[in-house]
């Protein structure tokens, strides 16, 4: 079991490392977008779009990330009080009931909605913009992928730490 959650964390750090990447080439793109808009009041609602674009690809991809490093949002006012025994079992119910079963309706109904948009080639409604918006729709998809798979990975290293307090 071990050796399929390290696997998985090495993936989730392998997409985590690209979401770097991305906010990296995004931070560069929104420097040069206010440059040459300000600097020489001209601008392109594609470079906006590819903006918003990398700006969804940097937060769909830290998901699994964050959820990797316990970062994710909790009531950590409870949380931290509960013995390493209880905190365990919140863990494993966490993932159980809410984690998976929300990221695997995610999925399920993503993958209709990819499929819509690539049917008729959806692009953008704004003159200029980008043209392929399946591509991006599919981020959605790849990331909550990504999800289940880091929590399967964190509900296998809670069984073990589990196993570990009895």
Same mark, same amino acid.
């Given at each position: 079991?071990?050796?399929?959650?390290?696997w998985i964390d090495r993936f989730t750090e392998w997409v985590g490392w690209l979401a770097g990447l991305t906010l990296l080439a995004l931070s560069a793109l929104i420097v040069y977008d206010a440059f040459?808009?300000?600097?020489?009041?001209?601008?392109?609602?594609?470079?906006?779009?590819?903006?918003?674009?990398?700006?969804?690809?940097?937060?769909?991809?830290?998901?699994?990330?964050?959820?990797?490093?316990?970062?994710?949002?909790?009531?950590?006012?409870?949380?931290?009080? =509960? #013995?390493?025994? *209880?905190? $365990?079992?919140?863990? %494993?119910?966490?993932? +159980?009931?809410?984690?998976?079963?929300?990221?695997? &309706?995610?999925?399920?109904?993503?993958?209709?909605?990819?499929?819509?948009?690539?049917?008729?080639?959806?692009?953008?409604?704004?003159?200029?913009?980008?043209?392929?918006?399946?591509?991006?729709?599919?981020?959605?998809? =790849? #990331?909550?992928? *990504?999800? $289940?798979?880091?929590? %399967?990975?964190?509900? +296998?290293?809670?069984?073990?730490?589990?196993?570990? &307090?009895?």
């Amino acid at each position: 079991m071990q050796k399929y959650s390290r696997w998985i964390d090495r993936f989730t750090e392998w997409v985590g490392w690209l979401a770097g990447l991305t906010l990296l080439a995004l931070s560069a793109l929104i420097v040069y977008d206010a440059f040459v808009r300000y600097l020489f009041h001209s601008g392109s609602m594609a470079l906006q779009e590819f903006e918003w674009h990398l700006f969804d690809i940097v937060m769909m991809f830290a998901i699994a990330y964050t959820l990797k490093y316990n970062q994710h949002v909790r009531v950590d006012l409870f949380y931290e009080r =509960f #013995s390493d025994r *209880t905190k $365990v079992i919140v863990d %494993i119910v966490g993932v +159980l009931f809410l984690i998976l079963p929300f990221s695997i &309706l995610i999925i399920v109904f993503s993958i209709d909605f990819i499929s819509l948009s690539l049917s008729q080639l959806e692009g953008s409604s704004d003159p200029g913009g980008l043209s392929m918006r399946y591509l991006i729709k599919s981020v959605m998809l =790849f #990331s909550f992928v *990504t999800v $289940v798979l880091q929590a %399967i990975s964190e509900l +296998l290293k809670s069984v073990e730490k589990l196993k570990g &307090l009895s």
